[in-house]
């Protein structure tokens, strides 16, 4: 699966954002589809994930801050970033996770740099 990612920029704090990330290729209909973060030098850590089922799973840094929504139609995953802070500078990657012949697959997009200056 190929995953296209979109959306990011620079914002002042308190800005919103949105990132949007379009899969094609061989896509089951059960996965899971999200959006994690990586700093230099650090773990990449989850930011939400959505399943196509609609179950919704975010970190706590940015719950209330962050929605996340997917068109199973489309293929498309979006990530809602409002009350932005300078924290939430980071290099946002697009993920989908399916199993494919019973085993678990995890493909990755290229990052999208996503900042908030102070």
């Known amino acids: 699966v190929q995953l296209q990612a979109s959306g990011g920029g620079l914002v002042q704090a308190g800005g919103s954002l949105r990132l949007s990330c379009a899969a094609s290729?061989?896509?089951?209909?059960?996965?899971?589809m999200g959006w994690y973060r990586q700093t230099p030098g650090k773990q990449r850590e989850l930011v939400a994930t959505t399943t196509s089922g609609g179950v919704t799973n975010y970190a706590d840094s940015v719950k209330g801050r962050f929605t996340i929504s997917r068109d199973n139609a489309k293929n498309t995953v979006h990530l809602q970033m409002n009350s932005l802070k300078p924290e939430d500078t980071n290099v946002y990657y697009c993920n989908i996770k399916y199993y494919s012949g019973g085993y678990p697959i995890s493909d990755w997009g290229k990052g999208t740099q996503v900042t908030v200056s102070s």
């Open positions: 290729g061989s896509i089951f209909s059960m996965n899971a």
